[in-house]
């Protein structure tokens, strides 16, 4: 059983430059139920199906199942998903010895950036990018399975 | 696009003699939303996850992906499924130029037998089982994943 162990962050400020990746990402979920999310995406050429456990008590812990799958095959299962598809870049970035993922959305979710460290234990200690702002690990609002039914663009109004 | 058009009965009489190959399935659902559902399934020591679209206007046709997945895999995949589990012995029956599918179930659901022919279009013809009953094709109470939330045994209460 695979546990994905993540710290969660809001961006404010510019981070582009120091970005050693940036791939395009479309994803959609099968399902969103609580307990478990199904996700289809396709990044870079490769395509995935992947599934969530629930997060534990503080939301930094969730089991984690993937397989990749063939991109056309993901292209019908994409038609299959709930709400609207997620469009995001996402960027690479080095800091210390940890690697940031930092999520840029467009279409429905543009405005929102979110930054996410993996960890090896829930109180690794890690170095802060000067742009990295709020922590939202554990708000749901920020998963990207709520997005698809909630989109960024909305919650303003 | 795979599309699985088949029919489906309930069975009332003897069909066990006629069995030309028996399986224990253990199945569950990630998900069972109007529109797709996500099911993992062992089935004689291979294991597999299947999504399905929804079913056409008259139930017969539905959209199918399938993978095979390990089998140690899928044993944790079922522990985050939704719903009880569906256990029932498959067995396989030839008639004319069909095979018809014959699931007992057991468990929750023992009592409920049911019958599938796959065909190559909706209106193909097919030689009937003596033991053949009342046609229940796209009525969801017989899909194994409203079963896995409404479990047979519930049905006479």
Redesign the interface.
């Known amino acids: ?1 695979a546990l994905e162990i993540e710290r969660k962050f809001l961006v404010n400020g510019e981070f582009r430059d120091e970005a050693v990746d940036a791939t395009r990402i479309v994803q959609g979920y ?2 969103s ?1 609580p ?2 999310t ?1 996700r289809i995406r396709t990044r870079g050429g490769r395509a995935y ?1 992947t ?1 969530k ?1 629930s997060a534990g008590p503080e939301g930094f812990s969730r ?1 984690e ?1 993937e ?1 990749e ?1 063939p991109v056309d ?1 993901a292209e ?2 994409l038609k ?3 709400g609207a598809l997620i469009e995001k870049t996402r960027f690479i970035v080095k800091q210390g010895d940890h690697l940031f993922e930092v999520d840029e959305f467009s279409g429905e979710n543009a405005g929102l950036i979110i930054a996410e460290v993996e960890l090896k234990s829930e109180d690794e200690q890690f170095e802060r990018p000067a742009w990295l702002g709020e922590e939202v690990t554990g708000d749901h609002r920020y998963y990207n399975s709520f997005l698809s039914g909630n989109p960024y663009s909305g919650w303003r109004c």
Do not use: N
């Open positions: 059983m099968l399902c139920a307990g478990r199904v199906l599934v456990g089991y199942w397989k799958i095959e019908e299962l299959l998903c709930e």
